[in-house]
């Protein structure tokens, strides 16, 4: 593992900082509207652009493995805050609505490498073209050098650069405002797998505590596997993990087809507007993985086949949700109160199977974890030349970012309470509305002279218009609101039940009702 990073800092070029806007040619050539004319003679298949070696299978595989995660067992609650039948609606339009978000990204991410070629040194060019068949591998490595990995934030910042032009206080502001908005999506969702490995090996072993478990193997399984370099190194364990929930979501849908007299059928509540939207914001974090798109995008032998890996991912997704969501509503106690638990684990029969789920839930939140901090590692390696040069400063760093989410996961009982929130604002803001606002900034001229451009214009203003309002505007409020009133009833936290949605609160606090 550690030889395959050190491998990683001698051949590749991938962690190499990128400053859009001093690498962009500020002339006005090959510019149309103050934007880079794609209509030209660089093909999306041009073999100068450079790109990874993940495979479009193993591509999808990555992204499926980043989305589901400790969200597979708080389905049925979810389902439940969002009246059942409208919260199966929901998955499926959202599922949908990022696929058209990953086609924007795609797209976005085709005009960029395009645009870097046209404007990069014309020798570097030119000794590409120059080299005799067979002979490539090394200029290809030289592009790369000029043209590192894509990552969001220096996507954004790209765009940002192209419809601002040399208004750099505004490119900066969108780079960190993206930057920031990914440590807080893909850390929080860390941090949610670490608190639901901790409460899945209680659950499986009943002994220990929930948070023995988050800390020996966040510490020691979680946080080694983060040293791992790319993506390309970690897709046989992604594989591994999709596998894992695979069993997961089989063992919950086959106990709950098979309950016996001890639960009934949910049933939907009297609808709450704060708790539908907090459902719904929990759905969004769902689909929370566009956040690490362009970095695997990035990662593919194929870049412009990304929306085949979506696709795949999204039927792989709603497979594996959909009847996890609805079959896990059998599990209402038939007596006593009639909401779910956020994890479905603990109120199933308590049986081999059940134990094996819970183990194989943790196999999949383990491998996760790698996978959702690795764009975040990267970024952060990017911007500091240290980390660049120093295999044992990088690992030092590497290690450091994962404890960190190891500490917050055990230290933050309440973390639960906030990812609905976490889901309103850096969620709702990657994956449903930069993509199509970008996609619109720079094809918007030649989007509008056909009549199916203007559609395509009108539909991505109008999703990132309406996630704005329900995702970020009622999810917010929703979700601050559930917050507040849980926080406020007790004067720390009483942990009145093993698991809260997304996540395990399993601290032991002091209970203090306020008067």
């Known amino acids: 593992m550690v030889t395959g990073l050190a491998s990683e800092e001698r051949h590749s070029s991938m962690d190499i900082s990128m400053d859009t806007s001093t690498e962009i040619d500020k002339s006005s050539s090959g510019r149309m509207g103050g934007k880079f004319e794609s209509e030209d003679a660089i093909s999306a298949d041009d073999p100068r652009i450079p790109t990874g070696q993940m495979s479009v299978l193993f591509a999808g595989i990555t992204l499926a493995c980043s989305q589901i995660g400790s969200a597979l067992v708080a389905l049925p609650s979810m389902m439940q805050q969002t009246l059942i039948v409208p919260g199966a609606i929901i998955l499926i339009v959202l599922g949908l609505i990022v696929f058209v978000a990953c086609y924007h990204l795609q797209q976005l991410w085709i005009y960029m490498r395009k645009a870097q070629l046209a404007r990069g040194p014309v020798d570097l060019t030119d000794q590409y073209l120059a080299v005799p068949d067979g002979g490539n591998e090394c200029s290809k490595q030289e592009l790369a050098q000029a043209h590192p990995h894509i990552q969001y934030f220096s996507l954004l910042e790209f765009i940002a650069h192209e419809v601002f032009g040399d208004r750099r206080g505004l490119v900066t502001l969108a780079r960190r405002w993206t930057l920031g908005m990914q440590v ?31 800390i020996l193997l966040g510490a020691g399984v979680m946080t080694p596997l ?85 696709g795949l991912n999204l039927v ?21 109160d009639p909401t779910l638990p956020s994890n479905v684990l603990t109120v199933m029969p308590k049986s081999p199977l059940r134990d094996m789920a ?17 764009p975040l590692m990267e970024a952060f390696e990017a911007n500091f030349q240290v980390l660049r040069e120093s295999l044992s400063v990088k690992l030092l760093a590497r290690t450091g970012w994962a404890m960190i989410c190891v500490f917050i996961a055990v230290a933050i009982p309440f973390f639960s309470d906030i990812v609905a929130v976490v889901a309103s604002i850096a969620q709702v803001y990657l994956s449903f509305v930069a993509p199509p606002l970008m996609f619109v900034a720079i094809f918007k001229d030649q989007l509008a002279q056909t009549t199916w451009g203007k559609v395509q214009i009108g539909f991505a203003l109008g999703m990132a218009g309406v996630m704005l309002v329900l995702g970020t505007g009622f999810g917010l409020y929703a979700s601050i609101y559930d917050l507040q009133k849980n926080v406020s009833t007790l004067s720390l936290i009483h942990i009145s039940e093993p698991t809260r949605l997304l996540s395990i609160s399993y601290a032991v606090f002091c209970l203090k009702k306020k008067n």
């Open 226 to 310: 983060t040293w791992i370099p790319d993506y390309k190194k970690l897709e046989r364990l992604s594989l591994v993990a999709v596998v894992a929930i695979i069993f997961t979501a089989a063992v919950v849908i086959g106990e709950g087809a098979t309950t016996d007299s001890r639960f009934e059928r949910c049933s939907a509540p009297s609808f709450q507007l704060s708790t539908f939207f907090v459902g719904f914001s929990n759905f969004v974090f769902i689909w929370g993985g566009l956040a690490l798109v362009p970095e695997v995008q990035s990662s593919m032998q194929q870049p412009r086949r990304l929306v085949r890996s979506m």
């Open 316 to 336: 792989f997704c709603l497979a594996v949700t959909l009847p996890t969501g609805l079959v896990g509503l059998n599990f209402c106690p038939s007596h006593g």
């Open 358 to 374: 819970a183990v194989s839930l943790s196999v999949h939140m383990i491998i996760a974890f790698a996978v959702l901090l690795m």
């Open 184 to 214: 807080i999506a893909l850390g929080g969702t860390a941090v949610s797998e670490v608190i639901q490995v901790g409460s899945s090996m209680h659950i499986a072993t009943g002994s220990r505590s929930c948070q023995f478990w988050a």
